[in-house]
């Protein structure tokens, strides 16, 4: 690699997500110009190797001279033990950067091109800044066939789990909907009818839960994956953290850019959704768009449009697509936060009389799409089987015995205990209810990082109010969470109320 | 600003251009959720603040429960003593960035927007991920008035320079050309004249020399402000390194980010160079625009759309330009690296017989054109009054004033003493010099750190050569540096040469 041989030390200190290397200033031999030249720098041993940025050190009661620093992530990331000998060079410029300037130059790139960037960005070559270049680039403009060869770029670059069953089924919903924890129930259904089923869910990052989170107060999700496959294999389904089986690296890298970002084009998350899937080793997936003037999607004419896109892709890299629309007009169910969330799940599976229908049925309107894959199964009767299997407690048995398969949780977590009630100002009839205003109240309190913290629908759209009437309730664990909460709720309540 | 009140701690760790923080991971109250929302934070006492990048510390020989740890960037921008009680948030997400993703999104931003922009980042409120956003954004497209607005807040982000003069004239090359330290020659030939020519350049940054570096050869260039206005009092001129004065802080942070993703954009470059001349308090401008097959304006077509630009934005900002196209299709002069280069600005200065007339007359043209903005000169006479002022030794006497105001450099800079010859291997024309190649050699050679290497051009574009004719020779300070610039040299010299 070039440059004199030092020694590996381990340094704690923590810069997750980005790799960072120490050095001394004094006593190594550089000028201030060269170290203007190390900002970046590889370090490895001639078999392997990784990038870094430098930061110089002043001090010695982290490093001596002759000794390379490595913070605990980029020690963790390179794998060699400390004092190992290693040299180090500023990093080179990954040759595929030049297919990022075409691309932002307005040129089409070709599958190689794509397939080149991914590689890199998966191997941890691009910087932040380098990678929201080529997400703004391709945010400008991406044509279909640009689309396909991301998403097929971003699976091979991880590596696919296989299953001991031709038909593994999933189903995903593009996300945006406050309480919308179908999967919860789809997924019992489906493993009580027999099909396979092993959903890996996401964990919050923009909303007040996700799948992972809610499952969570249940039983353990951040399984290593011989433990998920071991509860697959018995259970033919699982509702694990996707995070811990790292399926689609190049996908990681690009989402925590995404979100600072907030770059969220249809073709994105197309080639997101449909390379996990891939990885996952999913060969039947049904895709819930809901459609709503407060969701990701606002128009039918655009719920199309990433329609066509996502049967486009999907059909072209072997994946059996049913894409839903579903009604994303407000939140699903009353529980808003993980706690909220999992007894709202728990009371549609034992058939609760108060159970929340409207959670019910979207769940129920899912489960009978993926069982309709099901080719031992008469066209047209996936709703009905789905309805049977609930009603009969058959979905509850699976969920309790997946729960315990995961690992039960010891303790039952309950809702915030500090409460403030949200109240009608008029009479009249709820029309709107805003999803992602209420999510902000809901992350505010303290979801998903505080399990009991969320909100309570007491009222959806529909309903008829009067003045004083609860419209929801805001539970938090901490006087801070319930204040900054009910400051922005009552400031707008996220409810439309006509007279 | 919320959060429990800790003491500053100065940690030797130097991560510039990024703040940084320090946190012992125990004994603060913090969960490892709450670490994960705190990676950016701003941290202030009321009254200052700054944004930081927090690490997580789990060695206490750095920080104490109750501490918050500074690294020196950090340390030095906040600018309060060890021990001063502040607090810490999660950074704010800067408003101004929704208007980014409307830019994204295919938006023209109008004034207002983007000036909110450019603020927070002259702020240091948007991380490097961030600007590429903007920047790749407006890559996409970008009007004219857009530019213009873009250029006006760039210049409004600082403050501007006065001069106790009328008339202040500068002279800008956009760059791309070796060797081409013209301003060296030109500064002093306007200094003899008696206009005002407060001459602040950049150091080289993907370049072999920048004249800032060139003119360091001679003197000192790292002039703080008062010393700065000082020179200019007495001398009327000064060649110094713009750096130092901080003129246009957002265009010092745009540039760290156009810089490693090579965005060169025409919108970039007018609004980097005016806002920063601007601010320098110019009032009349000469921009030089080399135009040639390895230049960064390849055709006649390119560079009218660039002078088009120049003018529009200019005009409206109420400078008086005067856009001169000059022959880019060789590096200009002999010497290419910050000694070479020097060695042949002071023979054109002392008129040396074998003094390179390419860079004689370039200098001569562009000086014509500067001191054609002197009302009292007669029109059309700045180029006879240019060689006038050069012949007479008066330039030369100015430069070696400007030198001693400056601070002569008290030892004589040689060249390197590694060489290497790069010889012609067949009889023939000599047509084109490649510009790029040329300066990557120069820069594997050492320059400009090194200031003795470089590129010493011995045959130029229409030479007529024979084998083992020496085309140029490699100067470098040590053994590696030549090693690197030969192979590279070897492989293709730059030259083409036609039977």
């Not at 130059?105 to 270049?133: C, K, Q």
Request: aromatic residues 4%.
């Amino acid at each position: 690699m070039g440059g004199k041989a030092m020694q590996i030390r381990r340094v704690a200190i923590d810069t997750h997500p980005e790799n960072t290397a120490f050095l001394l200033r004094e006593g190594n031999g550089y000028s201030p110009e060269q170290f203007q030249a190390l900002r970046k720098i590889e370090i490895g041993n001639g078999s392997v190797s990784i990038l870094a940025t430098l930061a110089i050190v002043d001090d010695n009661c982290l490093l001596e001279p002759g000794q390379i620093g490595l913070g605990e992530q980029a020690f963790r990331r390179l794998g060699l033990p400390e004092g190992s000998e290693v040299t180090f060079r500023q990093a080179p410029v990954p040759p595929s950067l030049e297919l990022v300037r075409r691309k932002i130059d307005g040129d089409t790139l070709d599958d190689a091109a794509i397939a080149a960037i991914i590689r890199d960005i998966a191997a941890y070559r691009y910087s932040p800044m380098e990678i929201g270049a080529f997400l703004v680039a391709c945010a400008g403009f991406m044509t279909t066939q640009e689309t396909l060869a991301l998403t097929r770029a971003m699976a091979d670059a991880g590596r696919q789990m296989q299953w001991p069953a031709e038909l593994v089924v999933d189903k995903h919903c593009i996300g945006g909907i406050p309480g919308n924890r179908t999967s919860m129930i789809v997924v019992p259904i489906i493993a009580a009818h027999g099909l396979t089923m092993p959903k890996t869910s996401s964990r919050a990052i923009t909303s007040p839960s996700g799948t992972a989170d809610t499952m969570e107060v249940l039983a353990a999700v951040d399984l290593p994956e011989d433990r998920l496959v071991e509860v697959v294999r018995q259970e033919h389904a699982v509702l694990a953290w996707g995070g811990r089986v790292n399926l689609s690296p190049a996908d990681d890298v690009l989402i925590s850019v995404e979100r600072p970002l907030r770059i969220d084009t249809f073709e994105q998350m197309v080639a997101s959704i449909l390379s996990k899937k891939l990885a996952a080793g999913s060969t039947h997936l049904v895709v819930d768009i809901p459609v709503g003037p407060s969701a990701k999607v606002r128009s039918r004419r655009e719920a199309i449009r990433l329609r066509k896109l996502f049967e486009y892709v999907g059909t072209k890299l072997g994946l059996v697509l049913d894409v839903v629309f579903t009604d994303g007009s407000q939140p699903i169910g009353r529980g808003i936060g993980p706690v909220l969330e999992a007894r709202d799940v728990m009371a549609v599976l034992r058939g609760d009389p108060d159970a929340p229908e409207d959670l019910r049925d979207r769940s129920l309107l899912l489960a009978g799409h993926v069982l309709e894959f099901d080719p031992a199964l008469e066209g047209g009767q996936g709703y009905a089987r789905a309805c049977e299997l609930l009603e009969s407690g058959a979905a509850l048995a699976a969920m309790e015995r997946l729960i315990d398969a995961q690992g039960r949780r010891a303790t039952t977590l309950q809702p915030g205990e500090h409460r403030h009630e949200v109240r009608s100002h008029q009479f009249g009839t709820i029309t709107a209810i805003d999803c992602h205003l209420i999510a902000r109240i809901a992350r505010l309190a303290g979801a998903p990082m505080d399990k009991g913290a969320g909100i309570d629908l007491l009222r959806k759209v529909g309903d008829t109010v009067r003045p004083e009437d609860v419209l929801y309730r805001i539970h938090a664990h901490s006087d801070t969470g319930l204040h900054y909460a009910r400051d922005l709720a009552e400031g707008d309540s996220g409810y439309t109320i006509t007279p």
